[in-house]
């Protein structure tokens, strides 16, 4: 049987705010992902540069249809490589590049990116723990509340630690930020 949601989610946030420790950084530092990334050997590529080799590939997510990819693991041999598209804006770039660094942190087993038809397969359990992961290597909830606290809007929250508002949004959401920074609110 499989452990429950809660307990994963502690497990995924704990190795998040440990993997923010190791780096230097306190509740209230905004996380470079790329440096995360430098830290786990992990080597991040940009869409953009594939654009000599395969600029057909590299345009149609650059600029047809930029919401159709945003970040993949590639895997050689025992290494990873992720690949990320720097056509969305900087805070949704910092959110692929740290959910992927978070199936990296997790130990995701590569899957087979193509089923048998064609299709991509998802595991919705990894995708769902890497965007946890994701969200919690990017904002602490402590840093969370104490901006609440301080009454501060999630648009200066989200400038602050290099994300998007509705990252924030969710953020709040998810750890119950706002009740525990205004606890008479209840
Ligand atoms: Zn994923």
């Not at 087979?112 to 299709?119: E, F, K």
Request: charge should be negative.
């Amino acid at each position: 049987m499989p452990p429950p949601a809660g307990f994963v989610k502690k497990h995924v946030t704990d190795l998040a705010y440990e993997t923010r420790e190791e780096l230097g950084l306190s509740p209230f530092d905004r996380l470079e992902p790329l440096a995360l990334a430098e830290y786990l050997a992990i080597p991040v590529r940009k869409l953009s540069e594939l654009r000599e080799e395969n600029p057909a590939a590299a345009d149609y997510f650059l600029t047809r249809d930029p919401a159709a990819f945003s970040g993949v693991t590639v895997f050689h041999g025992s290494g990873r490589v992720i690949l990320h598209n720097d056509a969305h804006s900087p805070a949704r770039q910092a959110s692929n590049i740290c959910h992927e660094l978070g199936h990296g942190l997790l130990l995701h087993d590569p899957t087979p990116a193509v089923d048998g038809s064609g299709c991509r397969e998802w595991d919705q359990v990894m995708e769902d723990q890497a965007q946890w992961m994701a969200g919690a290597l990017l904002i602490h909830e402590l840093g969370l509340v104490t901006a609440l606290r301080r009454g501060s809007e999630p648009s200066e929250i989200a400038r602050r630690y290099g994300v998007s508002e509705d990252m924030v949004t969710w953020r709040i959401n998810m750890t119950g930020a706002y009740r525990r920074a205004h606890p008479a609110h209840r």
